[in-house]
């Protein structure tokens, strides 16, 4: 059975990697690694492109040392991006040297938005085999967002005050950081909190009433205060707060793993630390509260720490008052 997931897989690492991502993302070669499967009419004409699929998953995920091929990965390997791993129960995982939370076999791995261009992926088995892959971690561009006529309290020459109320929020968020599930609730992957236009895309480098500040940390979708806010998956919410100095109304939800969602600005939080949501669930509102300009969604995505792209788990949004979700 892992056999056949890894040759899936090995495809899917190449078709995934680009999956959401803008147009500020140059194409990438991997992204013709799709492969039409069950449908035997198209065999014939599909070999090559299965075989050059191959080939390219192949350069991209060097496998060294893994005869029994027992270790499935799905996901972007690419800056900003989170694979999702599938070994053998008991295995012990490890990323640049970083232990993994694995659960029966489960584990994420993420990669950073100034990720280098090589991680190593150590997995050992209860046996005591040890499988090593260097994964390639592609590269992507990360354009200048200038953001003008912001509060001006809101980004720089904060009084003692707000620097108390900063503080504080900050303890908060860093309690809600203290514990994570088990439970891989991220495996039935993600879907768009709220659907609308993309108005500012993860990892952008942010420019706020002149002063440089620190890259963009997730994505915001544009929608009317009010516009409901969907949990992308299931998870245990940690956090649910509705005046932030920052972020305004906030909520955190837990995906397991060590894979945390945040939602900013919202204007209703429907909510309250502890509990249990499913996908799909309404957990609030989008409002304009905190650090914002005007009504949108934002979303950001960390694991163990490191902010990733939400855009790409999340794949293609739907069309505007499709069924998405
Ligand atoms: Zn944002």
């Given amino acids: 059975m892992v056999r056949t997931a890894l040759a899936a897989s090995l495809l899917a690492i190449g078709g995934c990697a680009v999956a959401g991502a803008n147009e500020q993302t140059p194409a990438a070669p991997e992204s013709v690694a799709?492969?039409?499967?069950?449908?035997?009419?198209?065999?014939?004409?599909?070999?090559?492109?299965?075989?050059?699929?191959?080939?390219?998953?192949?350069?991209?995920?060097?496998?060294?040392?893994?005869?029994?091929?027992?270790?499935?990965?799905?996901?972007?390997?690419?800056?900003?991006?989170?694979?999702?791993?599938?070994?053998?129960?008991?295995?012990?995982?490890?990323?640049?040297?970083?232990?993994?939370?694995?659960?029966?076999?489960?584990?994420?791995?993420?990669?950073?938005?100034?990720?280098?261009?090589?991680?190593?992926?150590?997995?050992?088995?209860?046996?005591?085999?040890?499988?090593?892959?260097?994964?390639?971690?592609?590269?992507?561009?990360?354009?200048?967002?200038?953001?003008?006529?912001?509060?001006?309290?809101?980004?720089?020459?904060?009084?003692?005050?707000?620097?108390?109320k900063i503080g504080e929020d900050k303890e908060k968020k860093t309690a809600a950081r203290r514990t994570t599930d088990a439970a891989p609730y991220w495996a039935n992957g993600f879907s768009w909190p709220v659907t609308g236009r993309i108005s500012g895309i993860f990892g952008s480098q942010r420019i706020l009433n002149g002063e440089a500040k620190t890259p963009h940390s997730g994505v915001d979708v544009a929608a009317p205060a009010g516009t409901p806010i969907k949990a992308p998956a299931a998870g245990i919410v940690r956090l649910a707060e509705g005046d932030m100095y920052f972020e305004g109304g906030l909520v955190f939800i837990d995906h397991g793993q060590w894979l945390e969602s945040a939602f900013l600005h919202m204007s209703r939080i429907d909510v309250k630390p502890g509990d249990k949501v499913e996908a799909g669930q309404v957990i609030g509102a989008v409002g304009a509260t905190g650090r914002a300009t005007g009504p949108h969604m934002h979303w950001s995505l960390k694991w163990m720490g490191t902010l990733v792209d939400p855009a790409l788990v999340a794949g293609d949004m739907p069309q505007a008052g499709g069924a998405g979700n």
């Fill in 34 to 164: 799709v492969a039409p499967e069950d449908d035997a009419a198209a065999d014939a004409q599909s070999n090559a492109g299965y075989d050059a699929a191959m080939a390219a998953a192949d350069e991209r995920q060097r496998v060294f040392d893994d005869p029994a091929e027992s270790v499935v990965l799905k996901g972007g390997l690419v800056q900003g991006g989170l694979a999702f791993g599938e070994t053998l129960p008991g295995a012990k995982v490890t990323l640049d040297g970083e232990p993994v939370m694995v659960n029966d076999g489960r584990f994420i791995i993420g990669f950073g938005r100034d990720h280098g261009p090589s991680a190593l992926l150590v997995v050992t088995h209860v046996d005591g085999s040890v499988v090593r892959r260097a994964l390639d971690i592609g590269d992507r561009d990360f354009p200048v967002d200038r953001i003008d006529g912001l509060d001006q309290s809101k980004v720089s020459g904060f009084t003692e005050e707000q620097l108390k």
